[in-house]
């Protein structure tokens, strides 16, 4: 799962019209990206859900690496400014984290934040390291 990180300024400087055709374009690279590998909603504000078959860690580490680079090359572009698309992200993987969705939602959920807290615009995979640090929202 992933939040766009200062989405609010998007709406304060350029409008809510704006700011929704910004999350439509957020919504269509993610789409385009992952493609027929899985299903992507955005789940509300500005934070977007997307489930992906990956084999193990790395694949979906590259990934998101691969969403990272698209979002780069494809910024909004509003009144001739191109807005860089920036988020944080948090993944958790079935079966090592969770077998089951709701555990797995939490524990992405818990990797977004950890990257929230530390400076935004990356990604996190969950880790039994969150679990013992006690880390959540």
Request: with cysteine.
């Given at each position: ?37 899985g ?27 691969r ?71």
């Amino acid at each position: 799962m992933f939040d766009l990180d200062d989405f609010k300024s998007v709406n304060d400087t350029f409008g809510h019209q704006t700011g929704d055709e910004y999350l439509k374009h957020v919504g269509e690279v993610l789409k385009e990206t992952i493609g027929d590998d899985g299903l992507a909603a955005r789940v509300g504000g500005d934070e977007f859900f997307a489930y992906v078959h990956c084999k193990n860690e790395a694949e979906l580490k590259q990934l998101i690496l691969r969403l990272m680079k698209r979002f780069e090359k494809s910024p909004y572009w509003a009144e001739n400014i191109p807005l860089e698309i920036r988020f944080s992200l948090g993944a958790s993987c079935y079966p090592h984290h969770g077998d089951k969705l709701e555990t797995l939602i939490h524990k992405a959920d818990q990797a977004m934040y950890k990257i929230k807290r530390n400076g935004k615009n990356d990604f996190y995979i969950w880790n039994e390291e969150l679990e013992t640090s006690g880390s959540s929202r």
